[in-house]
C-alpha cells in the first residue's frame, strides 16, 4: 500500500501528554466514498477494535475527523480540566471537561471509559492550529469535525498508552478503509513529533517475512504436504509464500496480518486452507486402546442444564473473572470474610478476582438484558474458584474449582416459592427426598441470613445435616446496585457437595 509523499500532516506532542496517554499515530485517507454501509462498517470496526485489541479504550483510543473542517499542525497536549472546552459530538453547546465526564459518568455508552482519565491531574486533548478541539480522547470527539455522508477526507488519529498497538490498530483501520478511496489503496502519512526530538512518520505499513518448516506444519496438521503445496495454499490465505528448499517456506506477512506472531499460526493457516474436512480423514488411530466414560460431574451439569431448561430457564455463560465491586461491595458481602482468588497484575478492574459466586454474572447479565419483557428466568451451571490452603486437595495451585448452579427469577412480582418449586424439581430429579420434620435423611431449608439476600427471606438449603447453597429474595440494594429496578428471586447450590454427598449415602 503506497504513501503519498506529496504533502505531510504534522502531529507535535507536547510533554504533558506523558501524564496521562504519551503516544499518538495518526493518518490521513483522501477523497473517500462514504455510503450509508460503508459508514456503518467504519463506525463499527472501530467500536470492535475499541472492545478488543485496545482493551476499552485502556490502551488505544481511536479518533477520526472530517479533515476539512480542520487545518493542520495538529496538537496532541493535556490541560488542567478547567481548562478544556469544546463542544462533543452530537452536542449543540460548549462543555467544560470536567463537568463532561460528570455528564458521561451517567451515560449507559461511556460511562465505563470515564474512570480512564478522570483521576488524572490533566486530560489530553488534541486541537488544531486554530485551537479547534478534534478529542479528547479516550472519552469522545469534538462535534466541529464529525465524520458524515459527506466527507471526502479523513483524519485518523490514535492516541495510546501502549506505541505498538496504536501502531496496529492504525493499519488496520488504513488497510481496510483505503479501498474506498477514489485511488484505492493510497494513504497519506502523517508524521508525529515528540518533545524530545524524535519524529516517525506514521502508518508504518511494515511487511516481514516470517519463515516456516514444512515438517512442523505437517506435524501439527498431521498431513505430509511439499513445501511447493505449503506456499500455494498459504497463498489463498492472502500470504505471500514461496518455498526455499525442501523443508522451508518464506511467508511475508501484511500488515493486515498482526495476529501472525509464530511459526505455529502459519500451520494453523495452512490446515485452513487445506480444509479441516480433510484433516479428520487423514488422522489415524491411536498404536493404544483405553476405555473412558464422562465425568460424573460434568454428566450431572448436563442433565440439570436439560432440566432448568425444560423448566423455562435461559442459561447464561458469564466471565470467570469479577471487579472487587462486583463480588463485594454491589453483593453486600465483605470479601475479608470470604475465601477468593485476586489476580496478580489485572489489566482492568473488571478483572480483579476469580468468582467465588455465579449470581453476581447473571445479575450483571440482567441488567444488560432489561430491555427484553419480563419475566427473565436466567440459571447457570459453571465453576467457581475457591482459595485453599491444603496443598493435597489443591495440587499445589492454593486454589480449587468448586461446580455450582444457580438460577434467578426476576420480574415485577416475584416470591421466593418461584424458586423454591426449581429447586424441588432439582432434588427430584437427583433423587434426593424432602427430609420433611426429622430433618436427618434428604433435603430442607433452614432459615439463615445471609448479606445479599433480604433478611426474613433467605435460608440455607440443607443436605443431610449440611448446608450446600442458599434460596432468598436479592436484596433491594443488591438490585440497585446492578442498576435494576424490580425484585428477584435466586438460588445457589454448590453441585460438587451435594454430589459428594449422594454418593456418601449409597
Known amino acids: 500500500m503506497p504513501a503519498k509523499e506529496t504533502e505531510k500532516y504534522k502531529l507535535i506532542v507536547k510533554p504533558s501528554t506523558a501524564q496521562v496517554r504519551p503516544y499518538v499515530v495518526g493518518a490521513v485517507l483522501r477523497n473517500m466514498k462514504f455510503t450509508q454501509a460503508v459508514y456503518d462498517s467504519f463506525i463499527d470496526l472501530q467500536d470492535k477494535l475499541h472492545q478488543n485489541l485496545a482493551r476499552k479504550r485502556t490502551l488505544v483510543a481511536i479518533g477520526t475527523h472530517d479533515l476539512d473542517t480542520v487545518s493542520g499542525p495538529f496538537i496532541y497536549d493535556a490541560k488542567v480540566p478547567q481548562d478544556i472546552s469544546f463542544v462533543p459530538l452530537n452536542q449543540s453547546q460548549a462543555i467544560r471537561a470536567d463537568k463532561l465526564l460528570e455528564m458521561y459518568s451517567h451515560d449507559s455508552h461511556l460511562k465505563e471509559y470515564v474512570p480512564i482519565i478522570k483521576d488524572k491531574p490533566v486530560y489530553p486533548v488534541i486541537t488544531d492550529q486554530k485551537g479547534v478541539v478534534l478529542s479528547m480522547p479516550p472519552i469522545i470527539n469534538g462535534n466541529h469535525s464529525k465524520i458524515t455522508l459527506n466527507t471526502r477526507n479523513v483524519f485518523i488519529e490514535c492516541t495510546a498508552t501502549d506505541r505498538y498497538k496504536a501502531q496496529i490498530v492504525l493499519d488496520t483501520l488504513v488497510c481496510m478503509f483505503s479501498g474506498y478511496c477514489d485511488q484505492p489503496y493510497t494513504v497519506e502519512p502523517v508524521q508525529v513529533e515528540y518533545p524530545d526530538g524524535e519524529r516517525v512518520q506514521y502508518p508504518t505499513l511494515y511487511y516481514r517475512q516470517q519463515e516456516a518448516s514444512v515438517s512442523y506444519c505437517n506435524m501439527l496438521t498431521g498431513v505430509n504436504e511439499t513445501a511447493e503445496s505449503i ?54 488411530m491411536p498404536p493404544t486402546n483405553t476405555i473412558g466414560q464422562e465425568f460424573e460431574l460434568n454428566y450431572l451439569s448436563d442433565k440439570l442444564r436439560l432440566l432448568l431448561s425444560q423448566n423455562n430457564y435461559t442459561e447464561a455463560a458469564t466471565f470467570s473473572l469479577y471487579s472487587r465491586i462486583d463480588m463485594g461491595e454491589r453483593m453486600k458481602v465483605n470479601l475479608e470474610n470470604e475465601s477468593w482468588v485476586k489476580v496478580a497484575n489485572p489489566k482492568t478492574t473488571e478483572c480483579e478476582a476469580v468468582r467465588i459466586s455465579l449470581l453476581p454474572g447473571l445479575l450483571k447479565t440482567l441488567s444488560a438484558n432489561k430491555h427484553i419483557s419480563l419475566p427473565l428466568k436466567l440459571f447457570e451451571v459453571s465453576d467457581v474458584v475457591l482459595r485453599d490452603t491444603c496443598p493435597s486437595a489443591t495440587r499445589g495451585t492454593g486454589a480449587r474449582n468448586q461446580r455450582h448452579i444457580c438460577a434467578i427469577n426476576y420480574n415485577v412480582k416475584v416470591g421466593i416459592e418461584k424458586v423454591q418449586g426449581l429447586l424441588d424439581n432439582i432434588m427430584v430429579a437427583l433423587k434426593v427426598p424432602y427430609a420433611g420434620d426429622n430433618n436427618s435423611q434428604g433435603y430442607y431449608l433452614e432459615e439463615k441470613e445471609h448479606p445479599s439476600y433480604f433478611p426474613g427471606f433467605c435460608g440455607s438449603v440443607i443436605i443431610s445435616g449440611v448446608p450446600v447453597g442458599h434460596i432468598g429474595l436479592v436484596h433491594p440494594e443488591v438490585i ?27
Open 480 to 506: 440497585t446496585n446492578f442498576n435494576l429496578n424490580n425484585p428477584a428471586a435466586a438460588l445457589e447450590i454448590d453441585m460438587q457437595k451435594v454430589l459428594e454427598l449422594i454418593n456418601l449415602g449409597k
Open 231 to 284: 506456499a500455494a495454499m498459504l497463498t489463498t490465505m492472502s500470504l505471500s509464500a514461496k518455498p526455499q528448499g525442501q523443508d522451508k517456506v518464506i511467508v511475508e506477512v501484511p500488515p493486515t496480518r498482526y495476529d501472525i506472531l509464530h511459526e505455529c499460526d502459519i500451520a494453523e493457516d495452512f490446515a485452513v486452507a487445506y480444509g479441516f474436512d480433510r484433516l479428520a480423514a487423514d488422522m489415524k
